[in-house]
């Protein structure tokens, strides 16, 4: 599985509406057959960063993403709406299967 981790600094009159600006992006990339999963959180350290937490089934799978209209598209997009390079964490060897639980929690 194939693990991507992106920190997004968005301009401050784009954090609000940031969600709705890639929503069909966002949207596309959940119906990819090889997606895992793809969710958007809002930084509470710093409300014009968003974090992007993204999985692949496999290389295929992230070839097929990277190579999508969708993916093309969003690039084109994005540019406008960010207020610096973002990072990213990329693991092309991450455990299949996604989440697991953490053995240091459990609800009481």
Known sequence: MILI???????????DSWPEKIAEF????RAEEG???????????????Y????????????????NSD???KAM?????YISAQPKII????APDGGWGPMAELSPR
Do not use: C, M, Q
């Open 76 to 80: 084109g997009e994005i540019p406008d």
């Open 51 to 66: 974090v992007l937490l993204e999985a692949f089934r496999d290389a295929e799978a992230g070839d097929a993403h990277v």
């Open 70 to 72: 969708h993916f093309k």
């Open 90 to 93: 990329y693991n092309g060897d």
């Open 35 to 49: 997606n895992v999963f793809f969710e958007w959180s809002r930084s509470i350290n710093n409300p014009n960063e």
């Open 26 to 29: 966002t949207n596309a990339t």
């Open 5 to 15: 981790n992106v920190k997004f600094p968005v301009k401050p009159e784009v954090a």
